[in-house]
């Protein structure tokens, strides 16, 4: 088997081809590179960006809805390069420009010369995800580099014959695990995958074996975390299935939004790269790929997950494609249409690209979507109600919901400040409160709601609490005395706005602390 995989050396001008290749594409790169840097400041800090900035003023090896790495990263990152939306955003700009150069480089362990390299970066670069993945700070923006990360070790492993690449494919899933927890289905396809063809032999191999050892070591420190809490993230998963919260696609709807996440226009190249995994003879070892893209598409359909779970696989998909396409027009007479696809891909790019990226205000976006030929996806129910979608409405609104809550904080004698904590509804508004509140010298807020929940009343008596967002009807039978300071001023694009403020005085629960175990709120 190892014979038929080994292809002779390439000359020295195939290798100079692939190297001015590479530098193109890393031109590609930080192309896009510089795009997001310069529109990821346009609107405002978005909420689950809040989230891992709290986080990571509160390193552990877990929280309740998410693995500690992103956290980390965000810790380090703005020590080095501060709080601006654009230095909070450096990790997603930077890991999406680089998701197009992993591409390339699959491209070419696959036997692509330049213009195969060349077709898989601006799929890549073009893709609304990805382009999304760079504007936002998120588990989605390392996501596709890690799975790819792994996927190229599979394809090293099989066109070497050496199985020690195994073991780096494992070190690559243990990290990805501590990313999001989502790549661990990629790597049990990929098993299935093992199985399903003649690479099952690598299960003799003691580096497979080693390669799994590996990622659940690096799994374990998150792994024992999640049994001292009693698997938050799992009961976390089960509260939003059983609420229904989320939007459930039929089968043609799913399929649709799945070419939607990577530019419709790529659509074909995937696809025949999927395909091509299976009958194509050059790319024929490689089928574990196909077979793990086929498993994971079904799990997530068949689990109702949300239709951006499965964009992390693509890129393989688009450099199989770009393989073939660059195969079928070897000939020089049709030579001519290598350019022609790609300015028609950038040029659909550049077309799709507001709809991810806040490259227009507000307002001339809502006209733009008007001319769109499809109408945007909704991933929850409650996110239907904005005028924007969730990605841009969760920008804005939040200044505001700070303001009042330091109109409210004004009103406390430095007596009550001391003993005064900040009660927000859910980790977006406490958040806020957190990073946004610091110019009002508000404190560190509390919430029931995620990895709030976890770090507790933080001393609190509950003698005085400022709430966010609840009912008088609610607070007055917890609290003697309810005051109504405001309502946050109103914001047409953001998905949370007219949020109410009080102060509640004179508890009859005894202390918060007894109260909080009845405020968790993991949904």
């Not at 790609?342 to 690209?353: C, D, F, M, Q």
Request: charged residues 15%; glycine residues 8%.
């Amino acid at each position: 088997m190892a014979a038929t995989l080994t292809t002779s050396a390439p000359s020295r001008d195939q290798q100079s081809s692939l190297v001015t290749g590479m530098t193109v594409i890393w031109a590609i790169a930080l192309a896009k590179f510089l795009f997001h840097v310069y529109f990821n400041n346009r609107y405002g800090y978005f909420r689950d960006e809040f989230d891992y900035m709290s986080c990571g003023d509160h390193l552990a090896w877990g929280y309740v809805d998410q693995p500690p790495l992103i956290p980390f990263l965000i810790h380090i990152s703005r020590a080095v390069l501060g709080d601006s939306v654009r230095a909070v955003r450096f990790i997603p700009a930077l890991a999406s420009s680089l998701l197009a150069v992993q591409a390339a480089l699959i491209a070419r362990e696959l036997g692509g010369k330049k213009f195969a390299l060349l077709l898989s970066a601006v799929t890549v670069a073009i893709a609304p995800q990805y382009l999304s993945n760079g504007s936002l700070l998120g588990t989605n923006c390392l996501e596709p580099n890690l799975w790819m990360g792994c996927a190229y070790f599979v394809i090293l492993a099989i066109k070497r014959d050496d199985p020690r690449y195994w073991l780096w494919f494992g070190v690559i899933a243990g990290i990805g695990m501590e990313e999001k927890y989502s790549i661990a289905l990629f790597g049990f396809a990929i098993v299935v995958g093992l199985l399903l063809t003649e690479q099952r032999r690598v299960f003799l191999n003691k580096w497979i074996w080693l390669g799994g050892l590996a990622a659940f070591l690096i799994l374990l420190p998150n792994l024992l975390w999640n049994i001292h809490y009693h698997w938050p993230f799992v009961e976390l998963m089960h509260n939003i299935r059983a609420e229904g919260r989320d939007v459930v696609l039929p089968a043609g709807q799913y399929f649709l939004q799945q070419t939607l996440l990577v530019n419709p226009l790529t659509a074909p190249i995937w696809i025949t790269g999927l395909i091509a995994f299976f009958v194509w003879p050059r790319l024929k070892p490689y089928r574990v790929l196909g077979w793990s893209y086929l498993f994971c598409y079904g799990v997530f359909f068949a689990l109702h997950g949300k239709n951006y779970y499965l964009a992390p696989i693509y890129p393989m998909l688009l450099a199989a494609g770009a393989v073939v396409i660059e195969s079928a027009l070897r000939r020089p007479r049709v030579a001519w249409l290598k350019p022609a696809i790609v300015v028609i891909l950038l040029a659909s790019g550049a077309h799709l690209a507001p709809v991810v990226v806040p490259m227009l205000s507000p307002d001339r976006f809502i006209a733009y979507t008007h001319y769109l030929p499809f109408k945007l996806p909704v991933m929850e129910h409650s996110h239907a109600r904005a005028v924007l979608p969730q990605w841009y409405a969760d920008q804005f609104g939040w200044n505001e919901i700070v303001d009042e809550t330091a109109v409210a904080w004004s009103q406390l004698s430095p007596a009550e400040r001391g003993d005064c904590g900040i009660f927000a509804q859910d980790y977006g508004q406490a958040g806020a409160i957190d990073f946004l509140g610091r110019r009002y010298g508000l404190p560190q807020s509390l919430s029931g709601d995620k990895t709030f929940f976890l770090w507790g009343p933080r001393g609190y008596s509950g003698k005085c609490l400022i709430v966010l967002d609840d009912s008088r009807e609610n607070l007055e039978r917890l609290w003697s005395n309810v005051r109504y300071i405001g309502t946050s001023a109103d914001n047409r694009y953001a998905l949370e706005k007219n949020i109410d403020v009080f102060i509640c005085r004179d508890p009859k629960f005894g202390t918060l602390a007894d109260l909080w175990p009845k405020l968790k709120k993991w949904r």
